[in-house]
């Protein structure tokens, strides 16, 4: 069973930065892709940025270009999503998620989530 598991979410001032981790365990971390999605009331959950299992392509999507960077530490089976100059419409739950389909909603496992909230 593919276990991903999320942390570094919370609260900060439009401007700063957070630091998200993904820890996925029990899979074979080469050949699977690894993704940071997010997800806001009444909104589809969109995909922020993603990586393939070889680390060539990546994804980032254009509302957060410039400003989040997606980094993979294949040794500890950990991505890294590191959020600078955050703003308010970046608030949301960011999910992670790991498989062998890249950069999509189905087909992978997903952690449980971890709250991001960027007050103005």
């Known amino acids: 069973q593919v276990q991903v598991v999320e942390s570094g979410g919370g609260l900060v001032q439009a401007g700063g930065s957070l630091r998200l981790s993904c820890t996925a365990s029990k899979m074979p971390f080469n050949g699977y892709h690894m993704s940071w999605f997010r997800e806001t009331p009444g909104k589809e959950r969109e995909a922020v940025s993603c990586i393939h299992w070889s680390g060539q392509p990546t994804y980032i999507a254009d509302s957060v270009k410039g400003r989040f960077i997606l980094s993979r530490d294949s040794a500890k089976n950990r991505v890294y999503l590191q959020m600078n100059n955050l703003k308010p419409e970046d608030t949301a739950m960011y999910y992670c998620?790991?498989?062998?389909?890249?950069?999509?909603?189905?087909?992978?496992?997903w952690g449980q989530g971890t709250q991001v909230t960027v007050s103005s």
């Open positions: 998620a790991a498989g062998y389909e890249y950069c999509t909603t189905t087909g992978v496992s």
